[in-house]
């Protein structure tokens, strides 16, 4: 165990190399038919992420419902098995590991959920449910786990005396404190949080924020911070990646995003955002469409049928170069290009940590 | 700054909405989510009542439609006038040719509120053949019409397709095509994008303000969204812990704020493009209607209380319990619960320590206003 801790603490120490290492990641779930549930396709939930995050910094990952997010989160905690791809941890490869060794690996990254409601354990008292962990990882019992128990909720703005009470005693924003102070209690190097302000108050949503900026200040701990709400993550993350369908299509530091986004989709969700103002600046652009499903994804790009780029391209091109398609009930003329191949992250804005994917941005 | 227009319209409220207050029969007494609840909306006009869980929004725009359920809810006192009609007093048969036609709703869970047994085109002819002498085959093409309204591609087809098998958007937008369907005056829409992507819920705020614009129908607005509020809303309400306790145009709401609720609020959400450092916070937990607090209910929270009691005399200030230690605030905050006055012209708010708020009427919130800028989009096609 002290070994462990020698190894945190050195790591923590020396923060040259990227915390964790995402690449070509990728998790289908296979979609079932028949009576013998034979495999007629996959749902490609993500295909193909890459991403790096530094030590004591926060990677934002954005995008909307069914864009892949939270299977991200939850597939590099391994807590969906990944179908193919590599996460190193500190320059470990994660994926190898095993049994005990996964889990004293697994102690270093927590997870902090989005509903504070049915994350907790109705049935356990608040000092069980964070000094669990501390149990089963054997740091710490009785009388000890107890005095760590109380410095936890006093860490996350609790009262230590609240360590007897239950769940439904609290409020929404008191009981993601607890979810926080429990990912807190096995010291981590790493915390994906999912979505957790996106089910509290408004007036209480800046407090949690404020308290995962001290504990990442105090403790070093790096986030992967998964949320719709593009202001909260441009606000608290030091480099953001949008998500759209399983895969990013742009990726730069969290400032360099918001002032010159280059994918046609990230402008559109930046502009799609409400400003409190109101004497509004900015023109919404409304995307035609829904976002489609992972099972049947559109060819090439997969944003073509809503992207409004295409079609300001298709305007202007030759007509060998366009191809008419249907969108909710209306034709459009887009670029063939878009709609025949992928296009790949590239470097935009001739900045090597600005990169999208699209053809004509 | 331009002073809004006020007063130089000399139409009446639609709706108007005096005194309400609405108690809950529960084992551990009587609970009140709304209490003392005014405000009037103009034709064509947009008033957005804001706030977080548990301060009333909700049940105040159930009780307007007489929507909850009786007992264990009861209205305690108020009227809720439609056309100066006052429809608290309304027969149940009167009263649900009410809904529907002259006022609609629409609810923030779009999965939840249609049902799921039948087709969507029955679920909005049902609405039609209820408050229109039409016929089947009418209603079915005013069912179609009101699809295509809303933006809906073969609106036809669709009609015999069945809730499951549509995504979240597009359920919304049936709602609001059965809402609609009837020509109502007025459409109470309750958190109508909350559950909704980005995207998507400029789409469906896109097509609200449209069909205003069209119909000249007025819309009252519930959300906890201020970034909705502020691009959508003419006049806005802020509710606290059962009552009302600012009121004025969005354009004085977010210049001028009174009350120190709203702006806590104001400050303490994450602009886009902003630079801050460290966001502002409000500091404690949203209040229980079970226990709200006595005297102003915010008091517990309120930092405008806690900066005047560091520099007022001891007699002035009493020391509370805050989550087990002490703090000082305004003692008057604790005793007496402040009414909503009139603090500037056509703004009113209640606080105690608002200059102006001791001499203020204490007058009915009526606001015959509308925003300065309307919030523009564009289509794809036309970017340029």
Redesign the interface.
């Known amino acids: 165990m002290s070994q462990t801790r020698a190894v945190v603490a050195s790591a923590k120490a020396t923060s040259s190399g990227p915390l964790l290492e995402v690449r070509d990641l990728k998790v289908w779930f296979p979609i079932r038919r028949g009576l013998l549930g034979q495999t007629v396709g996959f749902v490609k939930a993500v295909d193909g992420v890459s991403f790096d995050i530094k030590p004591r910094s926060t990677l934002g990952l954005v995008g909307?419902?069914g864009c892949g997010k939270t299977t991200v989160g939850r597939s590099i905690l391994r807590l969906i098995p990944p179908t193919a791809g590599q996460i190193r941890f500190q320059g470990e490869d994660f994926l190898a590991y095993h049994g005990q060794e996964l889990r004293k690996l697994r102690r270093r990254m927590q997870i902090v959920f989005q509903d504070p409601v049915s994350s907790l354990n109705p049935r356990m008292t608040v000092g069980n449910i964070i000094g669990e962990p501390l149990e089963v990882h054997g740091i710490a019992r009785g009388e000890e786990k107890s005095r760590k128990v109380a410095d936890l909720l006093a860490t996350v703005g609790l009262?230590p005396?609240y360590a007897s009470r239950y769940p439904h005693e609290f409020?929404?924003?008191?009981r993601q404190r607890i979810g926080i102070a429990r990912a807190l209690s096995l010291s981590p190097d790493l915390i994906v949080c999912d979505e957790p302000v996106s089910a509290l108050?408004?007036?209480?949503?800046?407090?949690i924020?404020?308290l995962l900026?001290d504990l990442q200040k105090q403790h070093g701990i790096a986030y992967l911070f998964i949320a719709?709400n593009?202001?909260?993550v441009?606000?608290?993350s030091d480099e953001a990646a949008v998500m759209y369908l399983g895969r990013i299509v742009e990726k730069a530091e969290s400032?360099e995003l918001?002032?010159n986004p280059k994918h046609p989709y990230t402008v559109?969700?930046?502009?799609?955002?409400?400003?409190?103002?109101?004497?509004?600046t900015k023109?919404?652009?409304?995307?035609?469409g829904?976002?489609p499903s992972p099972s049947n994804p559109p060819t090439g790009c997969p944003f073509h049928p809503?992207?409004?780029?295409t079609?300001?391209c298709a305007?202007q091109a030759s007509a060998q170069e366009t191809v008419n398609i249907s969108v909710?009930?209306?034709v459009?003329r887009v670029m063939s290009k878009c709609v025949e191949s992928m296009p790949t992250l590239e470097v935009k804005n001739n900045r090597a940590d600005h990169v999208a994917a699209c053809w004509f941005s | 700054m331009t002073k809004p227009d006020v007063a130089t319209r000399n139409s009446k409220p639609l709706l108007e909405v005096v005194g309400l207050s609405i108690g809950f029969e529960t084992n551990r007494g009587l609970l009140r989510p709304v209490r003392d609840v005014s405000f009037s909306i103009y034709p064509g006009q947009t008033l957005a009542l804001v706030g977080e869980s548990g301060c009333g929004k909700s049940v105040t725009s159930l009780s307007i439609l007489r929507l909850i359920p009786e007992p264990p809810g009861k209205v305690l006192s108020g009227q809720v006038l439609f056309e100066g009609r006052d429809l608290l007093t309304l027969s149940q048969r009167d009263m649900r040719s009410v809904r529907g036609k002259d006022i609609a709703m629409i609810f923030q869970e779009p999965m939840t509120s249609l049902n799921p047994v039948y087709s969507i085109g029955d679920q909005i002819v049902e609405a039609v053949m209820l408050h229109q002498k039409v016929t089947l085959d009418q209603a079915m093409n005013i069912a179609e019409d009101a699809l295509h309204d809303v933006g809906i591609a073969d609106p036809r087809r669709r009609l015999s397709e069945y809730p499951h098998q549509m995504s979240g958007g597009m359920r919304q937008r049936v709602m609001i095509a059965m809402a609609l369907s009837c020509q109502p005056r007025v459409l109470i829409a309750d958190e109508p994008t909350t559950a909704l992507d980005v995207t998507i819920q400029a789409q469906i705020l896109e097509l609200l303000r449209k069909l205003q614009r069209d119909r000249g129908m007025s819309i009252l607005l519930i959300t906890h969204d201020l970034g909705v509020v502020a691009e959508n809303a003419d006049v806005v309400a802020v509710m606290y812990a059962s009552r009302i306790v600012e009121v004025a145009t969005v354009e004085d709401l977010f210049d001028r704020p009174q009350h120190p609720y709203t702006e806590g609020l104001l400050r303490s959400v994450p602009k886009l493009g902003e630079e801050a450092e460290r966001l502002v916070t409000i500091p404690g937990t949203v209040p229980n209607p079970a226990k709200f607090p006595v005297g102003c209910k915010f008091h517990p929270r309120c930092a405008r209380s806690r900066e005047l009691a560091a520099k007022s005399p001891p007699q002035d200030v009493v020391t509370i319990n805050d989550a087990g230690k002490p703090l000082n605030i305004m003692k008057r905050c604790t005793t007496a619960e402040p009414g909503l006055g009139e603090v500037l012209p056509t703004h009113w708010a209640a606080c105690h320590f608002i200059e102006g708020h001791a001499k203020a009427t204490l007058s009915l919130p009526e606001l015959d206003h509308r925003r300065e800028v309307q919030a523009e989009t564009i289509a794809p096609e036309v970017i340029a």
Do not use: M
């Open positions: 909307e419902s009262d005396t409020s929404g924003g008191q108050d408004v007036s209480i949503q800046s407090q924020l404020n900026d719709h593009l202001a909260v441009e606000h608290f400032r918001y002032k559109a969700l930046l502009s799609a955002v409400p400003e409190p103002n109101p004497r509004p023109r919404r652009i409304v995307l035609p829904e976002v809503r992207c409004p780029l079609r300001t305007a909710a009930g209306q459009a």
